[in-house]
């Protein structure tokens, strides 16, 4: 089976610019994850959501970030406008949302950002 | 909130044991997982926990006891390919099933 299939893999942007990040979850999950990890901060969770609707945005830095979920395989992550201090590796994952061990969560590959 | 801490770093010997040590605080406990992060690469998940006790799962062992809000995963008989992070996440049940990982350890094994 596919895992979390995340894109772009790498992206070098220029400060400024709009980055938009595209997940697909594992078919059948209906949790979905965006996290965001730099050395300094470790794995910060952005939000989450459940069913396609956004259960906790707390973590999203600042209204530059916006994410969406349109349906059940396909999720954005959206910066707009881009600065330095975004650089990092953006990670999708997903579960099943279900109690107990149903709510592992796998994980994309990353998506590489660097904002010059 | 939740916080989770453990270790920034450890370093072990090829063939011996190490254990490592999370913290945690939070409502609405519903499981602790353990993740194994190589350097460049995504965070792969090793062990979930949500009964107090031991799993078993090869060479490696992941303990939970929730009364004092900790765990440990035990590596045993270590590779030089497990030098990587291990990271604690605790999951809590808030409309859904949020997860928060903590820093994670950095575990170096020499030969």
């Known amino acids: 089976d596919a895992g979390v299939i995340q894109s772009p893999r790498h992206e070098v942007t220029e400060m400024g610019q709009e980055v938009t990040l595209r997940c697909k979850p594992i078919?059948?999950?209906?949790?979905l994850f965006w996290y965001r990890q730099t050395m300094m901060r470790g794995l910060e969770l952005l939000i989450y959501f459940n069913n396609n609707v956004p259960i906790d945005d707390s973590g999203m830095p600042e209204d530059r970030f916006s994410a969406k979920m349109p349906n059940a395989s396909f999720s954005t992550l959206k910066i707009q406008p881009s600065e330095p201090r975004d650089s990092a590796v953006y990670f999708c994952?997903?579960?099943?949302?279900?109690?107990?061990?149903?709510?592992?969560?796998?994980f994309g590959e990353g998506s590489w950002l660097t904002v010059v | 909130g939740q916080n989770i801490d453990q270790p920034t770093e450890m370093t072990a010997t090829e063939g011996a044991i190490v254990q490592i040590n999370c913290t945690y605080q939070t409502s609405g406990f519903n499981g602790l997982f353990w993740y194994q992060q190589h350097a460049g690469e995504a965070p792969t998940f090793l062990s979930y926990n949500v009964l107090d006790g031991l799993e078993e799962k090869g060479r490696f062992s992941s303990f939970l006891s929730r009364s004092k809000g900790y765990s440990y995963l035990l590596l045993k008989e270590l590779q030089m390919k497990d030098s990587a992070s291990y990271l604690c996440a605790v999951s809590n049940h808030t409309g859904g099933f949020k997860t928060i990982f903590g820093a994670g350890t950095r575990l170096f094994v020499k030969a």
């Open positions: 994952a997903s579960s099943m949302g279900h109690p107990g061990g149903g709510n592992t969560i796998y």
């Open positions: 078919s059948g999950h209906n949790s």
